[in-house]
């Protein structure tokens, strides 16, 4: 049973280019998550969206960020228009329906924002 | 003040010791507790749920006392193995809303 997938892994843009980061999570879950980490900083929750809903948004940015779940496909976190700000680790989790608290990290993408 | 607050360490200790980390979580709806792992440049991982009896997994103890809305994690015989990032995580509502403490590191040294 192949772990949470996300990529890029590695991923650079310039000022004002969009960046698209992917997660696939395990199979059987139907819940993602989405974190980012700054460096020397703890994670912060910014999605949870389950298959074709986002549940809690609570976390995300009011401009430039969007997320989804299709019903086919992996998650996407976009965020258009980056800035030097969003240079971050983003991680995806995932979790099975029946345990939601239990948490499985993808390895993360860091973006860098030149 | 932060929902879920960690001393940041750095915790430096010679291979064989105990060590141990604390966690105190400001809000007292909060319903599950855990304890995640990350090593430099990783991703988190689960090390450990907490429970309000205590529980214990090999040379980690976890305690939860909700009158006091704190956590520890009591690490014996420190390997070097075991230097990483330890995380404080609590969770609210049944699954989502997680927080994360922004970690205590662990040195384990020779």
């Known amino acids: 049973n192949a772990g949470v997938m996300q990529n890029p892994r590695h991923l650079v843009r310039r000022r004002g280019q969009e960046a698209r980061l992917r997660c696939s999570p395990m199979?059987?879950?139907?819940?993602v998550y989405w974190y980012r980490q700054l460096p020397e900083e703890g994670l912060k929750f910014m999605v949870y969206?389950?298959?074709?809903?986002?549940?809690?948004e609570s976390g995300m940015p009011k401009e430039r960020f969007s997320a989804e779940f299709p019903k086919e496909g992996p998650s996407i976190l976009r965020i258009q228009q980056v800035v030097r700000g969003d240079s971050a680790a983003y991680f995806c989790?995932?979790?099975?329906?029946?345990?939601?608290?239990?948490?499985?990290f993808g390895p993360g993408t860091r973006l860098t924002v030149l | 003040r932060k929902e879920v607050e960690q001393d940041p360490g750095p915790f430096n200790v010679p291979e064989g010791a105990t060590v141990a980390f604390n966690c105190t979580y400001s809000?007292?709806?909060?319903?599950?507790f855990f304890w995640y792992r990350q090593d430099c440049r990783k991703e988190p991982k689960l090390l450990m749920s907490?429970?309000?009896s205590g529980n214990e997994d090999g040379r980690f103890t976890a305690q939860l006392n909700r009158a006091s809305q704190y956590i520890s994690l009591l690490i014996r015989d420190s390997k070097l193995s075991d230097s990483a990032t330890y995380l404080c995580?609590?969770?609210?509502?049944?699954?989502?809303?997680?927080?994360f403490g922004a970690g205590t590191r662990l040195f384990v040294k020779a």
């Open positions: 969206l389950q298959k074709e809903n986002i549940i809690d």
């Open positions: 199979k059987g879950h139907s819940h």
């Open positions: 809000n007292s709806a909060s319903q599950s």
């Open positions: 989790a995932s979790s099975p329906p029946e345990r939601r608290n239990e948490q499985f």
């Open positions: 907490v429970y309000s």
């Open positions: 995580v609590v969770n609210k509502n049944g699954g989502f809303k997680t927080i």
